[in-house]
């Protein structure tokens, strides 16, 4: 007969009453600790600033910090490139886009389409490029604070038919609860996370924004952005002489991921008759900031894909430019790079 540890079958007792007495508890009801403005001195309090992960300027923040946001663009436009950057300027407090990270932070990088060797390659290459190799400050804050997650051939669906959360969800949750520093998390494709009808209907897509919007208030409260694909209308083409247009019907599926996403930003592509390939960005929704101009970046392939600002685009700047239509040249045989081989849509 093994030894009796009197200690450990009190502790078990204890547990257990503990656990009875939670149980017998009624169930809280939300509205019954409400207070009005006075009690909480909403009106003679100053208010907390609002924060931002990344910022135009000193004055103008861009990704707000601890809100569901969303990347939305058609394949081919390299959303998968653009968050492997974000990831290393959020984890090194650099710069992203025309934007610069306020602060170092660490960053869960769940990629669902890409298996683990390619994940590898993209953030070897990318960090490369970005000359992290020559620092080895950067280079230890981007290997400290970057946690990756290739969980390509793995179910990653958060939310199941009946709009409840399934157990990865919970997993999700919990690691980000007991990782208090993780103040960003980005999702890669939301498609993967969804449920079967969160595209198609509304109140399946407001329950899957509610369950994101949970991640963002655990923990370190972070940010979770998610790359999310456009709908087939967005597949136009890009006129000589006119401004590429954006609008939130440019996400695919129900209207209600829009309205959940706090932040949102599109990402359109064209190519010049000289095959400068150009990528076009403009935040067209934000509850938190002003949604800015249309601005153009030319994708540096010889550096991992990474963008480089070019500037605010006008309507004249496009009438002197001959614009291709650019999902003709993305079914067009793809080019060589030096860093990845061939490159394809399916690769970007």
């Keep these: 007969m093994?030894?009796?540890?009197?200690?450990?079958?009190?502790?078990?007792?204890?547990?257990?009453?503990?656990?009875?007495?939670?149980?017998?508890?009624?169930?809280?009801?939300?509205?019954?600790?409400?207070?009005?403005?006075?009690?909480?001195?909403?009106?003679?309090?100053?208010?907390?600033?609002?924060e931002f992960l990344f910022s135009i300027n000193d004055n103008e923040g861009f990704l707000p910090a601890g809100k569901t946001s969303m990347i939305v663009s058609p394949g081919g436009c390299g959303k998968t490139f653009l968050l492997t950057h974000c990831a290393l300027a959020a984890a090194t407090g650099t710069s992203w886009l025309h934007t610069k990270a306020n602060n170092p932070i660490k960053v869960l990088f769940v990629a669902a389409e890409e298996d683990e060797s390619e994940l590898w390659i993209r953030f070897h290459n990318m960090a490369k490029s970005l000359g992290f190799h020559h620092d080895s400050k950067l280079l230890n804050l981007a290997s400290k604070n970057i946690i990756p997650f290739a969980s390509r051939g793995v179910c990653q669906r958060l939310i199941d038919d009946k709009g409840e959360a399934k157990k990865h969800y919970e997993d999700l949750k919990n690691f980000i609860a007991k990782n208090e520093d993780i103040k960003l998390v980005i999702l890669d494709p939301a498609s993967r996370f969804m449920g079967a009808e969160t595209e198609t209907n509304n109140a399946a897509a407001t329950d899957f924004i509610n369950l994101i919007d949970g991640l963002t208030m655990v923990g370190g409260r972070p940010t979770v952005l998610i790359a999310h694909h456009t709908n087939k209308a967005a597949l136009n083409t890009v006129s000589e002489d006119k401004v590429p247009s954006f609008s939130q019907a440019f996400s695919r599926g129900s209207s209600a991921l829009i309205d959940g996403c706090r932040w949102m930003l599109g990402i359109q592509r064209s190519e010049t008759k000289n095959s400068q390939r150009s990528i076009f960005i403009k935040v067209i929704k934000s509850n938190y900031s002003k949604l800015g101009q249309v601005l153009e970046f030319e994708q540096d392939y010889a550096n991992s894909g990474t963008l480089k600002f070019v500037g605010e685009i006008t309507p004249e700047i496009m009438k002197s430019r001959k614009i291709d239509d650019a999902w003709q040249a993305a079914e067009r045989p793809s080019k060589p790079n030096h860093l990845f081989g061939y490159v394809t849509r399916e690769e970007i």
């Design 2 to 50: 093994e030894n009796f540890n009197l200690n450990t079958f009190f502790d078990a007792v204890k547990k257990q009453q503990e656990q009875m007495e939670k149980d017998a508890e009624p169930e809280k009801n939300l509205f019954e600790q409400l207070k009005n403005l006075g009690d909480l001195q909403w009106l003679s309090k100053n208010p907390p600033r609002r």
